[in-house]
Nanobody, 123 residues
């Protein structure tokens, strides 16, 4: 069993930055695929970034939202820069069983999910 706890969300102005953190329990963190997803009101959960053998991003955040992980701290981060004004979304951290997964963008590739943290970008 893995528990994930996100933090770092909030309200920020367009152009600003936020850093999301996700702390994981358990001893298998370094061997897991770690991902970030987001979900807006009435929308499906969508892939944002993942850290496995490599790092992966949805096109809309490439170059702005670097994902990183500290295996010693069992923590994965999402640094969100140059934020754009858009509808509020809840950002979720997720853990999957396969570090080398090629289906890193699929919700079904992840076993465990955090409770989510709200991100709102004002114009």
């Amino acid at each position: 069993q893995v528990q994930l706890v996100e933090s770092g969300g909030g309200l920020v102005q367009a152009g600003g930055s936020l850093r999301l953190s996700c702390a994981a329990s358990g001893r298998t963190f370094s061997a897991r695929l770690m991902g970030w997803f987001r979900q807006g009101p009435g929308k499906e959960r969508e892939f944002v970034a993942a850290s496995g053998i490599n790092t992966y991003y949805v096109d809309s955040v490439k170059g702005r939202f670097p994902i990183s992980r500290d295996n010693a701290k069992n923590t994965v981060y999402l640094q969100m820069n140059s934020l754009k004004p858009e509808a509020p979304a809840v950002y979720y951290c997720a853990a999957g069983p396969l570090l080398n997964s090629r289906t890193y963008a699929r919700v079904s590739s992840y076993e465990y999910w955090g409770q989510g943290t709200q991100v709102t970008v004002s114009s």
